[in-house]
């Protein structure tokens, strides 16, 4: 039986933070899945956080 491919993009402050939002929405962890970042975020004028989110493809490995 094949398992559907399972695949998500997630924005967050941070890489990280997007990568552990996906993470909690799939019920896996890190190990289970290839994380591919899309875009790192992008700081403010005077570095405020917040200008241009992270954003991530979590997708679900083959062999999980």
Do not use: H, Y
């Amino acid at each position: 039986m094949m398992t559907p491919k399972v695949d998500i993009e997630v924005e967050g402050k941070s890489v990280e933070e997007a990568i552990k939002k996906a993470l909690k929405e799939l019920k896996l962890t890190r190990d289970k899945v290839k994380i591919e970042v899309l875009s790192e975020e992008k700081r403010g004028l005077f570095g405020m956080p917040g200008a241009k989110l992270a954003k991530v493809r979590v997708t679900l490995k083959e062999n999980a």
